[in-house]
């Protein structure tokens, strides 16, 4: 059984499908690049091909370089047609992110900012985007990710906290025993029944450890991984706290959002993965 079942999808694309709130807030909350971005950005040069994976109304397109071609690319039509009300510098394709309609090594970078947790299928969007960049390019990945095997995005119900964490940490030990690829799927985000909080429609529980190792199999090279706190550190009990979690290899870079660049080698590989649904 697919772990996120097809009317479940489709249930999801009608969402982005059908709020412009969602896109209107992203677009309030970016007025200008963040500082995530920034780094993000800093690896693109005039006269490079970019595609935005999961670009909503292309906000990305106003701070690439003006000399980039940029494609933003996204399953929603009205975020398409807002970046287009807006005059969004660039193109625009619509589709599915598990099925990139790009030719392999055609592009010199996938960009994607706060996307990778609602990919449905995240192993299959991860090598579809390395597939498409040509060797020596790269993935530029920020977004929300969940180290911890207690912390969950709000698409799950909080009354599953001790269940889901259970399950998580069962899975972190067997992934770093056994070295396969695992990925945590919401099968029924919240956003379904309940109505739209951030990231109440999360559908893959991004964890950047095994994102990076799932990139390093298929053949990347990882130049940056690091957490972006959404906050300053706290003090006393709960900063000693963090500290001794972050001694464990697997939650070094727990807390926050993740940012990750990975840089494509001259073969790749397909390494076989699982979705495994809380
Ligand atoms: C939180 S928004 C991020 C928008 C933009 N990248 C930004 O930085 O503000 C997530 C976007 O991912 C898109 N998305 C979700 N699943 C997708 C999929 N399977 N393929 C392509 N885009 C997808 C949604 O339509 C939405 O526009």
Redesign the pocket.
């Known amino acids: 059984m697919a772990p996120i079942a097809d009317d479940n999808r489709r249930r999801?694309a009608d969402f982005?499908d059908s709020s412009r709130s969602?896109?209107e807030q992203?677009a309030a909350?970016?007025p200008e690049a963040s500082p995530e971005r920034q780094v993000l950005l800093g690896y693109l040069r005039d006269g490079q091909t970019i595609v935005?994976?999961?670009?909503?109304?292309c906000?990305?397109a106003l701070w690439v370089p003006r000399g980039c071609r940029y494609i933003g690319?996204?399953?929603?039509t009205a975020?398409l047609v807002m970046a287009n009300e807006q005059g969004r510098p660039g193109v625009r394709v619509r589709?599915?992110?598990?099925l990139l309609p790009f030719a392999s090594e055609s592009v010199d970078a996938v960009l994607?900012?706060?996307?990778l947790e609602?990919?449905?299928d995240p192993g299959r969007?991860f090598l579809e985007a390395a597939r498409i960049v040509r060797p020596g390019g790269y993935l530029l990945f920020t977004g929300s990710a969940w180290d911890l095997p207690y912390e969950m995005p709000p698409s799950l119900d909080p009354g599953r906290r001790l269940e889901v964490a259970v399950r998580r940490l069962g899975r972190h030990l067997l992934s770093g025993v056994d070295g396969r690829h695992r990925f945590d799927t919401v099968p029924e985000p919240r956003v379904l029944t309940e109505g739209y909080v951030p990231d109440a429609d999360a559908v893959h529980v991004t964890q950047s450890w095994l994102l990076v190792r799932f990139l390093r199999a298929a053949g990347l090279e990882i130049v940056e991984h690091r957490s972006l706190p959404h906050g300053p550190e706290p003090g006393g009990a709960r900063g000693l706290y963090r500290k001794a979690l972050r001694l464990v290899p697997l939650w070094r870079r727990a807390w926050g959002n993740t940012l990750l660049v990975a840089r494509r080698g001259p073969e790749l590989s397909t390494p076989s993965y699982e979705l495994l649904p809380l």
């Open positions: 999801l982005w969602y896109y992203a909350a970016n935005d994976l999961g670009c909503g109304s906000e990305n690319f996204d399953v929603s975020a589709g599915d992110g598990a994607s900012t706060y996307a609602h990919f449905h969007t």
